[in-house]
């Protein structure tokens, strides 16, 4: 699939206690996905194989690898913190949710499989009884959810004890869900004339992100 640009977007039905809660607390086993196998089923790379275990990953860019490894022992404030500095990328919490639109831009799969591994962890965290969607797209592509008739990458559905991959889903009513969350995204980020996303609002990002700054930044 090579070096394009991925996209995480999804709204997790959250407390503040609970979403103060996931920031601190360090990534789940991928354990906690019950079918990580079944990640592209159904989707626009139906047929791929999602290398969860970057066995791949680690034959040609074993630094790279490790320190993937390295980021799934973290917590998502120490993932998210640096990211956050770097611009385009909203993660907050408001309204009793937690509300995410990342933009990995030019990033890899393997990488946003622990953006994945950690919003499957955040329904530990979630109101009881939560299922919610993550929504999982990219390509060489600017940011903007897809278009009808467009397949996404990967749905996954986050509940408060697992998470599972699911091969359908209606996409038209994830979307206008996603919508608000989108355009608050796209109004606060712009385009410079080198086609690089400019630093975001700080409206887009958590209060959390900003006042407990973590150095250093993730590996590709």
Do not use: C
């Amino acid at each position: 699939m090579g070096a394009r640009s991925f996209m995480l977007a999804t709204r997790i039905p959250m407390s503040r206690y609970g979403f103060d809660e996931w920031l601190s607390t360090p990534l789940p086993g991928l354990d906690i996905i019950e079918n990580p196998s079944a990640m592209y089923r159904g989707w626009a790379v139906d047929g791929a194989h999602p290398d969860w275990d970057l066995t791949e990953t680690a034959a040609h860019y074993p630094q790279a690898a490790a320190g993937i490894r390295a980021d799934r022992t973290k917590t998502p404030l120490h993932l998210l913190a640096p990211r956050a500095a770097q611009g385009f990328n909203l993660l907050r919490h408001r309204e009793e949710a937690l509300e995410v639109y990342l933009y990995d831009y030019h990033g890899e799969e393997t990488s946003t499989q622990t953006d994945l591994l950690m919003l499957a962890g955040a329904g530990r965290f979630a109101h009881p009884g939560t299922e919610a969607p993550v929504l999982y797209w990219g390509g060489d592509i600017y940011p903007g959810l897809p278009m009808p008739g467009d397949e996404p990458l990967a749905v996954m559905l986050v509940t408060d004890t697992r998470a599972r991959f699911v091969d359908t889903y209606p996409l038209d009513a994830l979307i206008t869900e996603l919508t608000p969350i989108e355009a608050d995204f796209l109004a606060a980020t712009d385009y410079g004339d080198d086609e690089v996303p400019a630093q975001p609002s700080l409206d887009l990002l958590d209060a959390a992100l900003r006042v407990h700054p973590v150095p250093g930044s993730r590996t590709r």
